[in-house]
């Protein structure tokens, strides 16, 4: 059966933990807790400066490999380009998770390919693997208040509001869209996770 890998970006340490940008990062530790027979353990792949966890989203389902690149967002293409190689994914079952500015904070979109958006995780990973063709799970955080910068606003750390009012149901959803993705496709994900509500 295919091998999906799953990737959350985020910066490494302590101190970018908690930033909005790391909200793909909580999201695919959020999906390692629901991995089945229990939590999913990441490990140290060196060859491709990440931690990884081997693991299955059901009982039955396709293998899944949960991946949070150990360098910076600018150069995580190179895990993920080093990880495709290594577990022999293609593009097309390449999942990204990430932050997006331009989505209402709280809310998930699903895409395939298209720009980066001023993104340097997406744009690290586009020019590493030799494709923008990879499917995108975007975590909505919502813009900046007032006039702050975008680059120090994903920087900051989720307001304690938000830890208790979107964060928990964002991470929830992501991890929900992950797993329709592969269970169900692109199309179909889209229209429950696109649809109002």
């Not at 039955?60 to 994914?89: I, R, T």
Request: glycine letters at 14%; proline letters at 6%.
């Amino acid at each position: 059966m295919d091998t999906w890998l799953v990737v959350g970006l985020g910066n490494p340490g302590p101190g970018y933990a908690g930033n909005r940008h790391n909200v793909g990062a909580m999201t695919v530790d959020e999906i390692a807790g629901r991995a089945v027979g229990g939590r999913a353990t990441f490990k140290a792949h060196k060859g491709a400066r990440a931690r990884v966890a081997e693991t299955r989203l059901r009982v039955g389902g396709p293998k899944v490999v949960l991946a949070v690149p150990s360098m910076f967002m600018n150069e995580s293409g190179s895990a993920v380009a080093g990880l495709s190689k290594y577990y022999d994914v293609p593009p097309e079952r390449i999942v990204v998770l990430h932050d997006e500015l331009d989505i209402d904070a709280g809310l998930v979109r699903l895409k395939l390919g298209g720009g980066e958006g001023g993104h340097n995780g997406l744009r690290s990973i586009s020019r590493s693997i030799g494709t923008r063709d990879y499917l995108r799970v975007r975590l909505g955080i919502g813009r900046p208040p007032g006039r702050q910068d975008p680059a120090d606003f994903v920087l900051k750390d989720f307001s304690k509001a938000e830890r208790t009012d979107v964060l928990p149901f964002l991470l929830d959803e992501g991890a929900d869209a992950v797993e329709a993705l592969i269970e169900v496709g692109l199309l179909d994900a889209q229209q429950r996770f696109h649809a109002p509500r």
